[in-house]
């Protein structure tokens, strides 16, 4: 919450290890999938439904019988910890090999299916399951860092949308809780039209600084 209020998702855009991955994997050359809107839209709300169940629900009320409560959103979904630290030891360690199971085998197919649709579709853990980028993006609008368009200086080239990693409809929206803050709308910009950072207040005299 402390990072959310501060910086919003730029966690997501900037500092996160997963995040890189599959910025990486779309970079792979293969047909690219424009997901439809209608679909795309209530796709995106899943994440607040993985926070809401696996992180917060499961965890308080389905407590084990010797008191201690299971991880769920990581023992169940989260790919990140199987590429970085499952397969890794599962490599390393043969005793654990031979115990790998059904649920080991059920992270690694959620892995490959990530695996393979980051690199038809920009970062699609991040805008459908993360967790974490659900609980950043509700400090979007109020965080400290914030992204500023200067409607004055836009000449609604429609660059900025195009580039965007996350679909975000820049010049509708820019402080939409899918922005993560990551740049490439700023960087692509003509007029220099899109700032970003942190700021006093959201008043047209100063907006954020550069």
């Known amino acids: 919450m402390l990072f959310g209020i501060v910086l919003g998702r730029l966690v ?3 500092l996160c290890p997963f995040g890189l991955v599959q910025d990486l994997l779309h970079k792979i050359p293969v047909p690219k999938w424009n997901v439809p809107k209608k679909i795309d839209k209530p796709a995106r709300y899943l994440k607040y439904g ?6 917060i629900l499961l965890p308080a009320f389905a407590v084990t019988a010797t008191g201690v409560t299971p991880p ?5 979904l989260c790919p990140a910890g199987t590429l970085e630290g499952g397969i890794p030891l599962m490599i390393a360690d043969p005793a654990l090999r031979k115990l790998a199971g ?16 980051s690199m038809c579709i920009h970062r699609p853990f991040c805008r459908y399951l993360c967790p974490l980028g659900a609980c950043y993006s509700l400090f979007n609008r109020f965080s400290f860092y914030q992204m500023h368009l200067d409607k004055s200086k836009c000449i609604d080239c429609k660059k900025c949308e195009r580039s965007c990693p996350m679909a975000v409809e820049v010049t509708k929206d820019l402080h939409s ?20 950072g942190f700021a006093c207040g959201h008043c047209t005299k100063c907006g954020p600084s550069s």
């Open 12 to 14: 997501c855009g900037l």
């Open 50 to 55: 993985v926070l809401l169940v696996l992180v």
């Open 72 to 76: 769920y959103f990581c023992k169940y």
């Open 102 to 117: 059904a649920l080991f085998n059920w992270k690694v197919l959620v892995l490959v299916a990530i695996v393979v649709a």
């Open 177 to 196: 809780g899918e922005c993560i803050r990551c740049g490439k709308c700023k960087s692509v910009c003509p007029t220099g039209a899109i700032s970003s």
